[in-house]
């Protein structure tokens, strides 16, 4: 019978705790084993089974059970239709059956013991809508297991989905301890930036992160030890200060605590499985990260409350050893010729440490392809691939990798064939990038005379020598808070006006848009931190700044300051979704110039400028174009606020079409009502970048387009190809289009037609 445990609270009691133990497993096989021997226990049933695919053969292959011949796990099969098991998969949904045998679809295992059980109830274990496996339970009463008990077991499946998916794939890997190289594998995430880039793996890991250890070959097992014992020595005397300095001014049960976690350093079995884990092969912190991590698990799954605080503690100190342990080795990063940058989040300052000449390819297992490190990787053209959030990064540590910013893919170790295929892919991109760039200083003039202002799309420093190299006609966006991300403090008046004055320099007299400072989101200042819990709604962009007139203030006057005989700034402001705000931030820039002028400096009052990237903005495009010297399209946040899909989360990337029609009919009625108004419209989102878009976009009436700087020439040569007239009849034809996919194929069929040669992947 079902057992009380699937009910309400005690349900979700006991699924807590076979997913906390089934986590604390190193490897596929001893996942397996937990999960079939804890849910038979809150079943109470006699047998429970897994079957995994193959991806190789595409069979289901029977590897663990309890109550079925454990001497078949792993080799017995079935095809992918085959029996109960193959049905459950191909249906993708649960089969409870009073009597197995009596269904069409039933096939005897040989061998097997389950003539002796009747009852059946199958579900299937998806994630990310690809079928792993199925999970079944069976007994020998013939009868039809309740409705809790289906629901318990659908529910357990779809816990433990991800757990098997990384099990199985970490499982590659489990060589590494040994020393040995791990097997190739394809993992699949989001296109980030294009291009294929090939290189050895450098991990970019936090500080005392224990989940980001990377998991390293150890070569002086004692030298490891010695460093270890030494990082744990210096914890216990860092306690024993802080208890001694404390003593009288605290009670003793306060003092107890320091004493308890003393004792949990001095623990010989948790030090000694350290020390074994350093033998087996595994570097000091790695080993320390696993057999920390493998406590923590286990205290959390315990009941008593004051027992799981314990698991607290002990990550705590996990903590506080791994940092001593990460000072006393920590040195330059050497980087290796080709180098591929993997992590959990890649931050700004990890590029800016990487030589250009060797940075080959990004991957992040967190964001997606519009995430504001992979908008800086387009800037910086290096191939990238985000929200591989399937890859076991930790365990690459040195590996050479390939790096598909075209598709989206990342291939460890993979076969020499396919690796001589990606080198000739690279090499070829290369040829057509310098073939394309040898024509970038021809105007990007269509067939029939119309001229199209390019301009470019700025933050770091290195930016503006490759645009002024490529074309650029100016600049379209300065992303402003990016030299307020690479400092530990807000930067100066005087300071912001030095970064300003030598992108206004580097440009004059061609036009320089700076956006005023626009953080929240995804672009959070480690010295002024925005904690929300929807950030995309929250306070961000012009929000921040009219909350805060000081930092605004401070920003514009270094702004105007910095125009000074230039006379070439223009401002736009982020994030308006208000009249008000507008009206607003105006008024502070006046006051601004004003001061300014007062000062004595020789400054013009800037053009100011709206960008329109949220849906209020789009609906009151035509009164903002009237107060506004100009309207400028984000079109990243746009496509993300219209279709409520988060660009940062990798679970609903695919959802995100910059081509979905809603986006491309609201990007028609801004351009309408900026040119009704007598004002111009640009683009300065991603999609300007994007070659088809581009004509898309001056089809539709832009009257400049921003980019990165790596997609100025190519955008060029698609422009210089065609008429105005013809972009027009595009525009008239997706927009008829009802699906993204359908105006993506749409605007791609027509650019063969004119030959252009599309880069792999599309």
């Known amino acids: 019978m079902a057992p009380e445990s699937t009910g309400g609270s005690s349900m979700l009691k006991s699924l807590r705790g076979v997913v906390q133990e089934v986590s604390t497993a190193r490897d596929l096989p001893e996942t397996l084993a937990i999960i079939v021997r804890r849910v038979r226990e809150e079943m109470e049933t006699q047998v429970c089974s897994v079957y995994l695919v193959d991806p190789a053969s595409g069979r289901y292959v029977f590897m663990a059970t309890e109550g079925l011949n454990k001497a078949l796990e792993g080799r017995f099969s079935l095809a992918r239709d085959e029996g109960l098991v193959g049905y459950v998969a191909r249906r993708e949904e649960p089969l409870n059956l009073e009597d197995a045998s009596a269904h069409p679809k039933f096939k005897f295992i040989e061998g097997s013991g389950e003539e002796l059980f009747r009852s059946f109830l199958g579900v299937p274990i998806i994630h990310h809508r690809e079928v792993l496996g199925v999970l079944v339970v069976q007994q020998r009463d013939r009868r039809r297991f309740d409705e809790d008990e289906e629901a318990f077991l659908v529910t357990m499946s779809a816990q433990l989905a991800a757990i098997i998916a990384h099990a199985g794939l970490a499982g590659s890997y489990s060589e590494l301890r040994r020393g040995t190289r791990p097997k190739s594998g394809e993992f699949i995430g989001i296109a980030g930036a294009p291009g294929i880039g090939i290189g050895q793996v450098v991990i970019v890991s936090p500080p005392s992160d224990l989940k980001a250890v990377p998991q390293r070959a150890c070569e002086d097992a004692e030298q490891e030890i010695a460093l270890f014992h030494a990082a744990v020595a210096r914890v216990q005397d860092e306690i024993a200060v802080t208890r001694q300095e404390l003593t009288g001014r605290v009670g003793a049960e306060e003092l107890a605590l320091f004493d308890a976690h003393a004792m949990l350093l001095a623990d010989r079995a948790l030090s000694g499985e350290v020390v074994t884990r350093i033998r087996e092969g595994n570097w000091a912190q790695g080993a320390l990260s696993q057999v920390v991590l493998e406590h923590v698990r286990t205290f959390e799954i315990m009941e008593d409350a004051y027992i799981r605080e314990r698991g607290a503690d002990i990550r705590d100190l996990g903590r506080r050893v791994l940092a001593e342990l990460q000072a006393s080795v920590r040195e330059t990063t050497t980087y290796p010729a080709r180098c591929i940058l993997i992590g959990e989040e890649i931050p700004a300052s990890a590029l800016a440490n990487v030589p250009r000449s060797s ?73 057509a990038e310098e073939q394309i760039a040898a024509n970038a200083h021809l105007p990007a003039v269509m067939q029939d005379g119309h001229a199209v202002s390019l301009l470019v799309n700025t933050g770091l420093n290195s930016e503006w020598v490759r645009s002024l190299g490529r074309g650029a006609e100016g600049v379209g966006l300065f992303r402003t808070e990016i030299p307020f991300l690479i400092r530990e403090r807000f930067p100066t008046e005087e300071e912001q006006r030095l970064i300003y ?27 002024f931190p925005i904690e929300e819990e929807n950030p995309f709604l929250g306070w961000r962009g012009i929000r921040v700044t009219l909350d805060h007139p000081e930092i605004y203030l401070a920003q514009v006057r270094a702004m105007l300051k910095a125009s000074a005989g230039l006379g070439n700034l223009r401002v736009m402001l982020p994030m308006i979704s208000n009249v008000s705000e507008f009206d607003e931030a105006r008024a502070l820039l006046v006051r601004a ?26 609906y009151q495009a035509g009164v903002l174009a009237r107060r506004a010297d100009f309207l400028s399209v984000g079109t990243n946040d746009l496509t993300q606020y219209l279709l409520a899909v988060d660009r940062n989360n990798a679970r609903v990337a695919n959802l995100y079409h910059a081509f979905h029609p809603a986006v ?52 060029k040569s698609v422009l210089r190809r065609f008429t105005r007239a013809q972009a027009a009849e595009l525009v008239r034809k997706v927009s008829r289009l009802d699906d993204a996919r359908d105006v993506r194929a749409a605007i791609e069929d027509r650019l063969r037609q004119e030959g252009v040669v599309l880069r792999a992947g599309g």
């Not at 170790?413 to 001589?420: D, F, L, N, V």
């Not at 440009?507 to 005023?516: E, I, K, N």
Request: proline content about 7%; glycine content about 10%.
């Open 501 to 527: 004055r030598a992108q206004l320099e580097a440009f004059a007299p061609r036009p320089v848009t700076m956006r005023t400072l626009d953080i929240g989101g995804d672009k959070a200042l480690p010295y």
């Open 664 to 715: 491309l009919h609201a990007l028609m009625d801004v351009v309408d009502a900026a040119h009704r108004a007598g004002k111009p419209a640009s683009v300065c989102g991603e999609l300007a970048g994007d070659p088809g878009a581009a004509l898309l976009l001056v089809g539709m009436g832009y009257d400049s387009l921003s980019m990165s700087a790596p997609n100025l020439a190519r955008v």
């Open 593 to 618: 110039y004003s001061e300014v002028l007062e000062e004595g400096w020789a400054v013009r009052m800037p053009q100011v400028g709206v960008m329109i990237e949220v849906p209020a903005a789009v």
């Open 359 to 431: 940075l080959a390819g990004i991957v992040s297992v967190s964001g997606s392809g519009n995430s504001h490190v992979a908008i800086l990787a387009r800037a910086m053209g290096v191939p990238t691939v985000m929200g591989a959030v399937d890859l076991p990064f930790t365990a690459l540590e040195r590996e050479e990798v390939v790096v598909d910013g075209h598709q989206g893919r990342v291939l460890v170790s993979p076969a020499p064939e396919a690796m001589a295929q990606f080198r000739e892919m690279a090499a070829a991109e290369q040829l």
